[in-house]
């Protein structure tokens, strides 16, 4: 059974692509979003840098979730390695950059919630709970085949399918990937002192262990270990676990409590060679699984999702088709500087903690010595990490589609 059809359909209904589906619809696009039901609980926060949040704003969600998300006023990053050359303790200070804060950290489910609640506002954009099986593409349009026997035709496939994308090998891309030997753990914590809005990422030998401000005193932490260490510290009881962070995190925010939820992701980055290709485009986790290191991942996809929907939209005010191979093309050059240099940013971070190579530490405590005291390059390096100045899409920028 063919649905109506729709000038671009979206694969996911994941942070990436409801973005992209609310800033297409809502400048008239004739929308679906393929989305099937969340398979796991995801206790996983996102911290939304600035930009972000601006294009949530401009897209009028921000206002439905900003209630339960925390500012990040200060970052500090503190070396705990316990090597021969560590580095200095660095603060960063949004102030100093003007800045009311770097990021907004937010449980994924809040956001999703403002999300789903901002699409089903939008008339010219559809929900379709299922499950997207195939994706047949032609030469004037693509369609995807569903679960419950429907098909959806369109011009534009956005595969916004998440690290195991459909979309991204129905269309013949491979990726390339790099494992680290590396574990994330994540929890959501209660604790005795306030946070005061800052962010502290200790640099431990096995990688960072960052607590993150949510609202009240609560924090989320991402705990970077080593694969061995992962059986021991998820099968620990709550106290036990609790005891463990608080001594790991120097007491800093005193007495831990664990929420319930604990998350496990080993650290791999997995890039797509190509971003677009016969009439599919692949945002977010489709595209680029990064290691929750530095927040890069999501703010990523929500620039992905903003730049679609910019070149659909401007691709239709000339008239011109929206699925065409100059729109992909140019997707995949817009995009590919800001995923390549974020990517190799967080690695080459990871790897200068996990490296027992002295000059690459003593470079490390160099770099961040000098941070700590170069105003201005400080202040250079905070711009840049809040706002990427090589490609900042409208919606980043405040201004609607
Ligand atoms: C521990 C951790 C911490 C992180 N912290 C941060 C952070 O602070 N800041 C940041 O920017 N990023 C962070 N990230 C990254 C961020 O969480 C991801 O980039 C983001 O969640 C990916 O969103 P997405 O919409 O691309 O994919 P997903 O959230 O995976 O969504 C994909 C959706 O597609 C659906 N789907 C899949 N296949 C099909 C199909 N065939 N048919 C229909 N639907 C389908 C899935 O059910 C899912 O709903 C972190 C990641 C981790 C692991």
Not at 191 to 212: I, M, N, Q, W, Y
Not at 264 to 288: D, K, M, T, W, Y
């Amino acid at each position: 059974m063919d649905h109506t059809i729709a000038e671009v359909v979206v694969v996911g209904g994941g942070p990436a692509g409801l973005t992209a589906a609310i800033a297409l619809a809502g400048a008239g696009v004739e929308t679906a979003v393929v989305a099937m039901p969340a398979a796991a609980h995801d206790n996983r926060t996102t911290a939304l840098l600035a930009s972000s949040v601006t294009a949530l704003e401009t897209l009028r969600v921000w206002d439905r979730c900003a209630d339960q998300a925390a500012p990040l006023k200060r970052m500090r990053l503190v070396d705990d390695t316990a090597r021969l050359l560590r580095a200095p303790e660095v603060c960063f200070d949004a102030a100093e950059i003007g800045l009311p804060a770097f990021a907004y950290n937010i449980e994924n489910r809040h956001l999703l919630a403002a999300l789903e609640s901002r699409s089903r506002d939008i008339p010219a954009l559809r929900l379709i709970a299922a499950k997207a099986e195939r994706l047949e593409v032609g030469d004037a349009d693509v369609a995807v085949s569903l679960d419950d026997g429907g098909r959806l035709p369109a011009r534009l496939v956005v595969g916004a399918d998440g690290r195991r994308s459909l979309c991204r090998t129905a269309a013949g891309i491979e990726t390339e990937s790099r494992s680290y030997p590396q574990t994330a753990l994540t929890f959501n914590l209660t604790h005795a002192r306030p946070h005061g809005d800052t962010s502290t990422e200790f640099h431990t030998a096995s990688g960072p262990f960052t607590l993150v401000p949510l609202p009240g005193q609560r924090s989320s932490l991402v705990f970077v270990v080593t694969p061995e260490d992962v059986p021991r510290l998820t099968a620990l009881p709550d106290a036990e676990l609790a005891a463990e962070i608080e001594r790991r995190s120097h007491s800093i925010v005193g007495k831990i409590g664990i929420e319930p939820g604990r998350g496990v992701f080993p650290l791999a980055v997995e890039i797509a060679r190509c971003f677009g290709r016969s009439r599919v485009v692949l945002i977010g986790e489709a595209a680029h699984v990064m290691p929750p290191i530095g927040a890069q991942g999501l703010n990523l996809g929500l620039r992905d999702a903003a730049t679609i929907a910019e070149l659909v939209i401007a691709a239709r005010q000339d008239g011109g088709d929206v699925g065409s191979n100059e729109l992909t093309a140019r997707f995949e050059h817009m995009r590919r500087a800001d995923v390549t240099s974020r990517s190799l940013a967080v690695d080459l971070l990871n790897r200068s903690l996990l490296s027992d190579f002295l000059p690459l530490q003593g470079a490390r405590g160099l770099g961040l010595y000098l941070l700590d005291r170069i105003g201005p390059l400080r202040r250079a390096v905070m711009r840049e990490g809040v706002a990427p100045a090589a490609s900042q899409p409208r919606l980043m920028r405040g201004e609607a589609l």
